[in-house]
């Protein structure tokens, strides 16, 4: 969906390297999310943001660090990669209060650590 | 806390068969939103019906319904008529209703991989 983009799409990063995904979307949506995707786990929430400034834990977030400055971005940054953080993530974005609906996804970042 | 499980970590089905997938969930919450997610091997996360847990009627979307089981906690996907293009990974999800912070999230089943034989 053109209105919330991740980049990059593939990424192949070394053990204790620091990485960010970026995640950028235009609909000013108050929410936004930050999933892994493993087999045999689903989706797993790593950090979450109500809204610009204000960011929370989610069930997986040791390892992991956000932002969000504004509103449109919400990079996710792997400080020191390790092997187990080889997974599919995705960024997501909801409008506040919202709750018929699910989330809008992005495409997903595919990253390996090796 | 909330859970969600998938129990059918694979299914088949013939091309323009019927085939339901399972998921059954866990809250102590009365409203609530159940989704059923379609992620094809582009891996973008496609929402194919959802439901809400005040509405008794089981929503339906084209050549997809649901079973909607409230007592149960049970939120099957019955796929009628399947196609080739229905072929992917199917993820059942959970959201609590309106509210801020964490109950604005999405919790999700650990999937159902179809396959469609020609």
């Known amino acids: 969906d053109a209105g919330i983009t991740q980049s990059p799409r593939y990424k192949i990063t070394e053990t204790g390297r620091q990485v960010t995904l970026m995640c950028h979307q235009t609909w000013s949506h108050s929410y936004m999310f930050w999933y892994r995707q493993d087999l045999g786990h689903g989706l797993r929430l790593i950090y979450y943001?109500?809204?610009?400034?204000?960011?929370d834990k989610g069930e997986v977030p040791d390892g992991y660090v956000v932002s969000r400055s504004k509103t449109e971005n919400f990079p996710l940054t792997l400080e020191s990669a390790t092997r187990s953080q080889t997974s599919v993530y995705f960024c997501a974005s909801s409008v506040t209060g919202e709750s018929t609906r699910g989330y809008t996804f992005g495409s997903g970042t595919r990253l390996t650590v090796v | 806390a909330q859970t969600v499980t998938q129990s059918q970590p694979e299914m088949s089905v013939q091309e323009a068969e019927t085939v339901t997938l399972s998921c059954t969930y866990d809250t102590s919450e009365s409203d609530y939103y159940l989704f059923w997610y379609k992620q094809p091997p582009s891996r973008q996360m496609i929402l194919v019906i959802r439901q809400e847990a005040y509405k008794q009627q089981n929503a339906t979307e084209n050549r997809f319904s649901v079973n909607f089981q409230k007592a149960a906690k049970s939120f099957s996907l019955k796929i009628s008529d399947s196609q080739l293009g229905d072929a992917a990974m199917y993820f059942c999800?959970?959201?609590?209703?309106w509210g801020g912070g964490a109950t604005n999230k999405l919790i999700f089943g650990t999937g159902t991989l179809l396959a469609v034989q020609p």
């Open positions: 999800a959970y959201r609590a209703g």
């Open positions: 943001s109500a809204a610009a400034d204000i960011t």
